[in-house]
């Protein structure tokens, strides 16, 4: 599923649905539903999130999870304000005292105990039990929860475990078919779809080399990135290396075979 495109209306993120994820998205929301969203970096999954916040009039909590992350960093915490010791909600507790949307981004890049806090929330209890200050939130009807992560960058050490996983209405996004996806870039970046074709062909041929010498393909936001330099006066050679090669590999060989098979099919 996936990804960017025209807009809709002025005050909503552009996206172009490649299926029925807008309708899965709004019957979730109905239901009181959890969402997890999982597909390849680049691929719209944020952009989607977003589109559908403002579709529907929600707010937007949006959190970029990292290694760092804990589950007191969204919960919230004792602070000293004043000399006094006062409680601070974190932007988890925030969105379920306030309701509307709240999104974790790469959800398994957070520290374990993230998970332990986000189970009775996305089951039928639906509450956030506050430890710290002996609360136990229950999530109103206007809340719901989305999380996302990249598959691809699973591993024994970084992957969401079933006991979470089957918590979650899933929509698992994709790449666009490369005619989509040479109308997207145009659109985002003001490039001709002729000059964007070349451009969409090279990634289609960078993302099959995934797992061998790259760890990632090229995400179609880093296509918008080139064609938008190329579009800007940047030369199709230096645009291609700045925002296709340079940004997938720190190889030197590698490097040196991403720029031999683009300088083949960019001419």
């Not at 109905?30 to 691929?43: A, D, E, F, I, Y």
């Not at 559908?52 to 000293?80: I, W, Y």
């Not at 006991?163 to 040479?182: G, N, W, Y």
């Not at 340079?246 to 590698?254: I, K, Q, R, S």
Request: net charge negative; charged share 25%.
């Amino acid at each position: 599923m996936n990804i960017i495109a025209r807009k809709i209306q002025p005050d909503i993120p552009a996206y172009s649905p490649a299926g029925n994820e807008c309708a899965l998205f709004e019957t979730a929301w109905t239901r009181q539903l959890p969402l997890l969203l999982k597909g390849p970096t680049g691929c719209g999954k944020t952009r989607f999130v977003s589109h559908m916040a403002e579709k529907l009039g929600l707010p937007l909590t949006t959190v970029s999870c990292h290694d760092d992350l804990a589950a007191a960093d969204l919960t919230g915490r004792f602070l000293l304000k004043g000399g006094e010791t006062v409680w601070v909600d974190g932007p988890l507790t925030r969105a379920v005292r306030d309701g509307g949307v709240c999104y974790l981004d790469e959800i398994v890049e957070a520290r374990k105990d993230v998970a332990v806090v986000l189970h009775p929330l996305t089951d039928d209890r639906r509450i956030l039990p506050l430890e710290r200050t002996g609360e136990e939130l229950e999530a109103p009807p206007a809340f719901m929860l989305v999380v996302s992560y990249n598959p691809g960058y699973q591993s024994l050490l970084k992957a969401l475990k079933p006991s979470t996983r089957q918590r979650f209405v899933a929509i698992e996004f994709d790449f666009l078919t490369k005619a989509r996806e040479i109308e997207v870039v145009s659109a985002e970046s003001g490039l001709s779809t002729v000059a964007v074709e070349p451009l969409v062909e090279l990634a289609r041929r960078l993302r099959a080399l995934k797992g061998h010498d790259l760890e990632e393909g090229v995400s179609t936001r880093l296509l918008v990135y080139c064609a938008s330099l190329i579009d800007a006066g940047l030369s199709p050679r230096d645009a291609v290396r700045a925002a296709m090669i340079e940004p997938l590999t720190d190889e030197p060989d590698v490097r040196t075979a991403l720029l031999e098979l683009a300088q083949a099919v960019i001419r």
